[in-house]
């Protein structure tokens, strides 16, 4: 299977703070993806990348960008964090019609 | 537009019990469906899949679904469930012919199981 690496597991950051959260795979799928997840809205699309540098917009970029310098790694940015980006988000890479998921970094905007 | 319903948020069985989590999709077409598992702290992990064939298919940890057309539903069932498949559970549907990008998901099922 693929292994999808998001570096952080928790992070606390302050309102206004640009905060990156790293994805990294360890195969050469061109496909990878951001997600937000919330209580009782499931997942939601923030940004999708088909490949270096390449990058699409979701259901949900406001507040969000993306760089995909590399093709192992796909890094979510918020340009300048807000309590209403207190969430869960997780990382996937796509083989096929497959995703495979990182574990996920629960951001907490104070 | 397509769109996945989990109409239970929390379901809660005791261990040995049976299980059957609901999912119904709205799709245009035949459907490419997905079940997959959240443990605490955890990414998803995909508990099956189905594509075409039989519409009865088998997972991981001893999961099953079942494909319904005329129902337009996708149940996932476990005949004895244990303690540690207490998780959440994500319905999702894709085109069979697209991108993983086009997938949707369900709000998800909270999963309780009592000693």
């Known amino acids: 299977d693929v292994k999808v690496t998001q570096s952080s597991r928790y992070l606390v950051k302050r309102t206004g703070e640009k905060v990156f959260l790293e994805c990294v795979q360890d195969?050469?799928?061109?496909?990878m993806f951001w997600y937000r997840q919330d209580p009782g809205l499931g997942l939601r699309l923030i940004y999708f990348s088909y490949d270096v540098k390449m990058k699409e917009k979701g259901d949900i970029p406001e507040g969000y960008s993306v760089s995909r310098e590399k093709k192992e790694r796909f890094s979510l940015i918020l340009e300048s964090a807000s309590t209403n980006q207190t969430s869960m988000y997780l990382c996937?890479?796509?083989?096929?019609?497959?995703?495979?998921f990182g574990s996920g970094t629960r951001l907490t905007v104070v | 537009a397509q769109s996945v319903t989990q109409p239970d948020i929390h379901i809660t069985v005791s261990e040995g019990a049976s299980l059957e989590l609901r999912c119904n999709y709205s799709?245009?077409?035949?459907?490419?469906l997905f079940w997959y598992v959240q443990s605490p702290g955890q990414g998803l992990q995909l508990l099956l899949k189905?594509?075409?064939?039989?519409?009865l298919v088998q997972g991981i940890k001893g999961f099953e679904a079942e494909f319904k057309r005329s129902q337009s539903s996708f149940n996932l069932r476990k005949p004895s469930v244990h303690w540690s498949d207490a998780a959440e559970y994500f319905c999702a549907v894709g085109p069979r012919a697209g991108s993983a990008r086009q997938l949707t998901f369900g709000s998800g099922t909270q999963l309780t199981v009592l000693p």
């Open positions: 189905y594509f075409s064939g039989d519409t």
């Open positions: 799709y245009g077409a035949t459907p490419y």
């Open positions: 996937a890479v796509n083989r096929d019609m497959d995703i495979f």
């Open positions: 195969m050469d799928h061109e496909n």
